[in-house]
């Protein structure tokens, strides 16, 4: 008898986390769309460009599911998790995500963006693979992301804050006349809401692909850099599908490269100024396929008439990203 309620308890838990994690899906959709069509309501009322609201409000909220993941891998002391999670989530925003949405529209991007945002994009990586080898640049026993490294990518992170207000404060006027025009309180209720939807589904779509994950025996490396990384993402590429498809390519650019930085700068430095973070050296891989894709991106775009990123690029990141997830997988 007691073995049958414990074979049905376990049954529905394991039916509550299949609905649940579909359910995120449902969310991740009419919260993307929400947060882009309220943020784009709120450029066009204060005239702030696209691409500042894709590297800030959007990038923001989309990468709150990476942030609370991180904040609780921290408290636990699951750096593979934490680092895993950030290192993942910013290849799946640039092979898959851009890849995606250069499929559905091509991407135009400003000349701002191939000389400082894609630029600051890759100093994060870079810092990251240097503040975390202490074993190979100091000669340190034992690599780790200190507090003090924390910090520094907190201060990195101000930085680019101050940058992108900076451009809001010069590119006022570039917002679409197509854009609907809310009331500024709707505005404020449909990213809010917007916004709580993206890290409610996320959440959701985690706790369950980490649990279904669990029971088929992957290891706690694979789950962070794949399916964790993955989960956490699906709000930006909700986001910047939604945004393709209304041909905003501001919004998804900002959207990626800012949600990378605030990734690396923000998510990271805030996870070990919690708790410093023990590195682990097989994820130096993960690091140089970052530095890889965003060195990609701007190379395709320099190489590329009008500085665009076409639907064959898109095809070419689809197969980069399947590749990479590969990989891991085999590697184990």
């Not at 529905?12 to 969310?27: D, K, Q, R, S």
């Not at 993307?32 to 590297?55: K, P, Q, T």
Request: aromatic share 10%; net charge positive.
């Amino acid at each position: 008898m007691l073995k049958h309620k414990v074979h049905d308890a376990a049954f529905n838990m394991t039916l509550l986390t299949i609905i649940l994690f579909f359910a995120g899906f449902a969310l991740l959709v009419y919260g993307a769309n929400w947060l882009v069509d309220g943020a784009a309501s709120i450029a066009r009322r204060y005239h702030i460009s696209y691409l500042v609201i894709g590297m800030t409000i959007v990038a923001l909220g989309t990468s709150a599911p990476e942030l609370v993941v991180n904040l609780v891998a921290s408290f636990k002391g699951a750096a593979d998790v934490a680092l895993g999670n950030v290192l993942g989530s910013n290849i799946s925003n640039i092979f898959l995500i851009l890849g995606v949405s250069a499929l559905i529209f091509p991407l135009t991007v400003a000349k701002n963006t191939l000389w400082k945002e894609i630029p600051f994009a890759f100093l994060g990586a870079a810092v990251v693979g240097v503040l975390a080898n202490d074993v190979f640049l100091n000669g340190i026993s034992r690599s780790m992301i200190y507090r003090s490294d924390g910090m520094i990518l907190m201060l990195f992170f101000f930085l680019f804050m101050v940058y992108a207000f900076g451009v809001a404060r010069e590119k006022g006027a570039a917002v679409r006349e197509t854009i609907r025009e809310r009331p500024l309180w709707l505005s404020l209720v449909m990213t809010l809401a917007g916004m709580l939807a993206l890290v409610a589904g996320g959440r959701w779509i985690v706790q369950g692909a980490v649990d279904i994950a669990s029971i088929l025996g992957m290891s706690e490396a694979v789950i962070s850099l794949t399916i964790v990384a993955l989960g956490t993402s699906l709000p930006e590429l909700a986001a910047c599908m939604a945004a393709a498809l209304k041909r905003n390519a501001g919004i998804v650019i900002g959207n990626v490269l800012g949600s990378n930085i605030f990734n690396v700068f923000f998510v990271l430095g805030t996870s070990a100024v919690i708790k410093p973070l023990p590195f682990n050296k097989a994820l130096n891989f993960d690091i140089f396929a970052g530095l890889a894709a965003v060195m990609l991106l701007w190379v395709l775009l320099m190489v590329s008439g009008r500085k665009t990123l076409r639907r064959w690029h898109g095809a070419l990141f689809l197969l980069l990203y399947v590749t990479y997830i590969t990989i891991l997988v085999v590697r184990g």
